[in-house]
């Protein structure tokens, strides 16, 4: 769910890092401020604090960036209220991020253990059973999960926006939360499911899960913060439904075609775990796959293994089915830019968004 | 959890019931647009917004009913506004009830599957192995809680309430669900702990959890929502807390000694989790309880082996030491209802709630 890459494509490099300062800066005051009313309550709600700043951080703010870079376009000038909202879309997607791990049981994110696995592996430390010690990780994740989700909706409202401007922020945040559950619920479906589910039910499932709250939400609160006309709202939500389903689908070929020094992320992973993505779909409609099939999903996959499934990918013709959608949503995407409403600083500072997106799949 | 037998009391029967349908209609509406919403997404999301529903029905409106009460005893007349305060608590109730369950592990409630538990129920239904079935009950859950949680921070923006009104009541929830999750974790760190907690430990955990969500923060969003002085808003909390340290007590003997008839909870399920309570803690400074310490925490303990716990519980003075914290406690409430600026109105409201709990210990 890291949106790998593109962090450095949004605005220029420079606004971006002060873009992220100023993201930064609101975390900081509230993970603070959070502390110091936990220390009260005790060192391990500390740690528990301390562990949820530490999920927040690492990560290239992309959310934040989404909101700020269309705020800015926009004439937006508020720099704090616009961090604010920046943030609370980190903090969504953080306690998506760490709810997400429980309903995955995974404690491990980005190399090391997640705060699920920090909790897991203090409490085996201490000499508790696996099983005691995944339960206190698991309990620890769904309550610092509470205090992250709760936490992006107080930061949108002590944004010190506007009463209308406001209330239609949280219901862009609202509207993102409710498609994530569906998504996430969806997911969980599918993971059960013994039958491969259709293209399309994929692409949307991961519309619901990932894209709405990365990027529709998150550009659409960037207009409305800065008082854009309805019809650019509208355009910002569609460019990001496009782009953020072609981000999906290329994030999915990554993951099984990019190169881990690139995507920081084993080319593997997703492959062992039989991730239900648009290539794998794709491939099990053709006959061309069947010999690689039983592969999808073997855990102890070799890397040997692994090649053959990609050239399964390449020669059953899912490789390109997925790069020309990707393409395909990209250009949609584009073509919203180029709308005569859409401002022209707007246009410039999305437009190498949907160029870093395409220009992966060329 | 659930405020046993408390209900009855808070106000008159009549406003009681008046007070139930009016937050029922706000939770109603609620869930029926939410419905509409998940309509688009599948009936896969209908079928869990209709189970987190169902986790909402049932109960007496325990923490609604504090709101209001408190609302309408300092003058409050905008009963929409109160009943949209009141479904807040009753979801952040809600949300942190589901995920208690997922931390506990529990898939029963009142008698019947939770939400966890139905979804655990069909998993195995259609052929998923035990583990299987009990993760994806485990993910509705997670996933379930957070749109309850989200739910209850909406309910208080959506309230109509003026600007200041509202952030101070959002300010309220936070503090509810800040010290929740700090009850949370501690009640999860003593049940991996070895030794036996402390009196004043357990007393501060029960508090955190359920008392402040229960009883304080929903007696001062009436307060506050009513426009009361600040020192009643004080008051209120001051009570709220009081009260809600000596029911916690009382539901702990009920728990051990209570009649399942009037309760409609076993009174050998506490005895069987080992649940750390007043009672027990107590007991275990006593060589009266060596005996039959063992058979705490004993999973299959007979109802034989439960009533020689109950008579040691007896025996070493535990019971009588928690009646008399309770009482204490009940008689500190009192004597907050007395101070000259509480109005006579609210005194008049809230007395009988202090009374009802003294009358259990009595």
Known sequence: MEARGLSDVVGSPAAARERQADVDIVLARWFDLA???????????????????????GGKRFRPLMVLSAYAALGGTDRDAAASVGAAFELLHTALIVH???????????????????YRDRALAAGASEADAEHRGISAAVIAGDLALTGAYRMIERSGAADHVRSRLLEVMDEALFASAAGELI????????????????LSMER????????????????????????????LGDFGREIGIAYQIVDDLLGVFGHESETGK??????????????????????????VRHL????????????????????????????????????????????????AGLRTELHPLADAVLGRVR
């Open 296 to 343: 999808v999903g073997k855990a102890d996959l070799s890397d040997a293994e692994a090649e053959l499934v990609r050239r399964a990918l390449v020669a059953c013709g899912a490789k390109g089915f997925a790069e020309g959608l990707a393409r395909y949503y990209a250009n949609r995407a584009l073509a919203r830019l180029v709308e005569p409403h859409v401002p």
């Open 208 to 235: 619901l899960k990932t894209a709405v709250y990365s990027f529709e939400g998150p550009l659409q609160a960037g207009g409305i913060l800065a008082g854009a006309p309805e019809e650019t709202i509208t355009t």
């Open 100 to 118: 997400d791990d429980v309903i995955d049981r995974d404690f491990i994110r980005r190399g090391g253990p997640n705060l699920a696995g920090a």
């Open 35 to 57: 502390r110091r009313r936990a220390e009260l309550l005790g060192p391990e709600y500390v740690a528990l604090w301390d562990e949820l700043r530490a999920s927040t951080e």
């Open 266 to 291: 084993t080319t593997v992973g997703d492959l062992r775990e039989g991730k239900r993505t648009v290539l794998v779909s794709y491939a099990t409609t053709s006959e061309v796959f069947d010999p």
């Open 187 to 202: 997911d969980v479906d599918f993971a059960a499911a013994v039958e491969m589910p259709r293209v399309d039910d994929i």
